[in-house]
């Protein structure tokens, strides 16, 4: 696992790069979202449930609407 100050990022068994926010602490209190996919989406998943197959997909326009909401206080 690498880190930074912003991001803790890793790959995992099936090659999909994650990164969680630093600001999460150590407890996992937080979500980890995907570079794209092979098929183009952003998946986002529970830190805590990392190893299930559970996890959402966006588009890459879905996710940066949305993370440009967050940014700007809009949710």
């Known amino acids: 696992m690498t880190s930074s100050n912003a991001t ?5 068994d ?3 790069y ?5 600001y999460s602490g150590q407890n996992n209190n937080c979500i980890e979202a ?5 098929d183009g989406t952003i998946g986002v998943r529970d830190t805590k449930d990392d ?9 890459p326009s879905a996710w ?10 809009a949710l």
């Open 34 to 38: 995907s570079h794209p996919q092979s």
């Open 8 to 12: 803790i990022a890793y790959t995992d």
């Open 18 to 22: 994650w990164h969680k926010s630093s």
């Open 14 to 16: 099936k090659g999909v």
């Open 64 to 73: 940066s609407s949305f993370v440009e909401a967050a940014r700007h206080g």
């Open 51 to 59: 190893q299930r197959a559970t996890e959402l997909k966006f588009s």
